[in-house]
């Protein structure tokens, strides 16, 4: 009779808190499998990091561009694809009155396909079969079966978005007039923006390159090759990008007991983010040969725009944050900076992640600038940059929203011991990445490569010069590891072993003053038609260009 109680109870306290168990669970296998891929991803990030300062010679059975195409494959694909469908889900569930069965179980089927594609991409890189780095650019070829990897986790991805339109298609049918809850408008982009980013990876992998290295076909368009990567690619960071600014809009202004900016505004950068997004994709080809100066000029304008939202985005959060603080009586011009809780990492990780996407948006421009981007291409500067991109600003953010997804999806606390974890791991993370990422920029201007082993070229005087920046770059990396063990330690703990309890899923309301969205925002079939548009725009002239004038194919190589 007490056990009954204590049971309705719950269920009830759930149902407030919008907790539903099969979906957590769900979610919690997502986000275990994130911070697992975070563990050993970080541990090779240190041995590279170590290798390129010469202080760590790596054996010949894992080598260092084995080490390099896991480390890239690992992070990129796994960390942030798991991290960010497991923190969705959660938030349709929560939003949305929980996941249909159908819904649930095409993520559990998206979720055994993911891995058993990972470890099919996995075992070719062990094998020495695949040191192809995580772009895969023909004409280098892996083994086979490392594609049909990446084609499983393309599927299983797709298993996810599928899942995500179906949930939100059904509720909007039960919710006639009214808005998708905001969270899910966020997750409602980020999965179109998947769904079709995933489509030109998708031909490349299937239709060019798993013909051409089974031996079907003798030869290969490289430039298509490369731009059907980039069309994915380009707009998989600003999936990231999309994924990190919901917890800023949504969930760091309720952290601080504040109210949301503007929802039209929020949706206006939602649908601004997801029109202008694929067709970027050339400003990671600014010097590729064979492309029209007006198509690459076309897709760095394309790049910049993305710019506008972002500043959008940054005046509505400082707003927010003044706005909040000025209410708790912060004074003066900067009093309220002192009103901020600097000692919740719930917000200080998500804030200094902010802070470091100033210098990284900076630097996506210097990039997307035709002269600069000749200084800089292919140097330790492009990877000092998505290092502060998508190293901090994104990752940063996850980690800050782990420390109450975790805890809401496991039926447990934050407890003060972990948060002062938390506030410490973010402070580590931030001085490691400072010296990381710094000295990559810094190294990359002097000339030294990315992607290339420790060498000092015959002890040639500029390579000599490098090392200092490479000692640093260790020093940062190994600073990292310890920020990566932190964070895993706090994750493990707060899904198995934190006291029980309830957590709130933190949802900011808006302004009590605040003006009704008007009705247009949901009409998505309108974003998408816009979207595909902009799309043919950008891609249409130059791929029938490649294809039509198409310079001599190549057959596979491996250069390794
Ligand atoms: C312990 C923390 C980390 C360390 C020490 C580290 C170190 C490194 C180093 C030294 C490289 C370089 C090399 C080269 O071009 O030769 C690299 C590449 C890379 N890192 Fe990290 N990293 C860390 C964390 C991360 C995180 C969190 C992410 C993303 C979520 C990430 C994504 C990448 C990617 C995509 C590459 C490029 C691989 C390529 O060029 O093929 N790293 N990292
Ligand atoms: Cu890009």
New binding site residues.
């Given amino acids: 009779m007490e056990a009954d109680l204590k049971t309705g109870f719950k269920d009830k306290a759930n149902k407030i808190l919008g907790y539903h168990p099969e979906d957590a669970k769900l979610s919690k296998s997502y986000i275990a499998v994130a911070f697992i891929a975070l563990l050993v991803g970080g541990f090779l990030g240190l041995l590279q990091g170590l290798n390129r300062a010469g202080l760590l010679e790596l054996p010949t059975w894992f080598n260092y561009y084995q080490v390099l195409t896991a480390h890239g494959l690992i992070l990129i694909l796994v960390l942030t694809a798991f991290f960010t469908i497991g923190y969705f889900y959660a938030a349709l569930s929560h939003n949305l009155g929980g996941l249909l069965p159908k819904v649930r179980k095409l993520a559990w089927i998206g979720f055994f396909v993911k891995l058993v594609g990972f470890v099919l991409a996995v075992i070719p890189i062990l094998m020495n079969e695949a040191s192809v780095m995580y772009t895969f650019y023909p004409p280098m070829a892996a083994h086979p079966v490392f594609y049909i990897g990446l084609a499983l986790i393309v599927v299983g991805v797709w298993l996810c978005c599928i899942g995500a339109f179906i949930q939100v298609a059904n509720w909007r049918k039960n919710h006639k007039g009214q808005h998708v809850p905001i969270l899910s408008y966020f997750a409602t982009g980020v999965f179109v923006l998947l769904f079709f980013a995933l489509m030109f990876v998708a031909v490349e992998v299937l239709v060019m390159i798993l013909p051409w290295t089974l031996g079907w076909v003798d030869t290969i368009n490289v430039m298509v090759a490369r731009t059907l990567f980039w069309a994915f690619g ?1 707009t998989l ?1 600003n999936i990231w990008y999309l994924t990190a600014v919901s917890a800023w809009y949504v969930v760091v202004p309720k952290v601080i007991g504040g109210k949301r900016w503007s929802d039209l505004l929020t949706r206006v950068v939602i649908i601004a983010l997801v029109i202008m997004n694929i067709t ?1 994709g050339f ?2 080809q600014i010097i590729d040969p064979g492309i029209n100066e007006l198509v690459k000029f076309m897709h760095v304008f394309m ?1 910049l725009a993305i710019g506008f939202p972002s500043l959008m985005t940054a005046f509505a959060l400082f707003a927010v944050f003044e706005r909040t603080s000025r209410r708790k009586g912060g004074k003066g011009l900067i009093g309220w900076w002192k009103k901020m809780p600097w000692g919740d990492v719930r917000f200080l990780a998500p804030f200094i992640a902010m802070l470091a996407f100033i210098p990284a948006g900076a630097g996506g421009i210097v990039q997307s600038t035709n002269q600069l981007n000749q200084v800089v291409h292919n140097t330790m500067w492009v990877v000092g940059h998505f290092h502060l991109t998508l190293g901090m600003s994104v990752v940063m953010t996850f980690f800050g929203i782990s420390y109450w997804l975790v805890p809401y999806i496991s039926n447990r606390v934050l407890t003060p011991q972990i948060n002062r974890i938390g506030v410490i791991q973010t402070w580590i993370w931030t001085i490691g990445m400072i010296f990381m990422s710094g000295a990559m920029h810094y190294v990359g201007l002097l000339g030294s490569p990315r992607r290339t082993s420790y060498t000092t070229y015959g002890d040639h005087a500029t390579a000599l010069g490098w090392d200092p920046y490479l000692m640093l770059l260790a020093v940062g990396g190994t600073l990292l590891i310890v920020g990566v063990i932190l964070q895993v330690y706090a994750v493990f703990n707060m899904m198995f072993f934190a006291p029980k309890g309830d957590t709130e899923f933190p949802i900011a309301e808006e302004e009590d003053n605040a003006t009704k969205t008007p009705y247009w925002t949901e009409r998505w079939g309108l974003w998408i038609v816009i979207m595909l548009i902009v799309v043919a725009m950008a891609y249409v002239i130059p791929l029938t260009e490649f294809i039509v004038n198409a310079p001599p194919g190549s057959p596979p190589f491996k250069t390794w």
């Fill in positions: 380009h960071v970027g400003h990671h790049s």
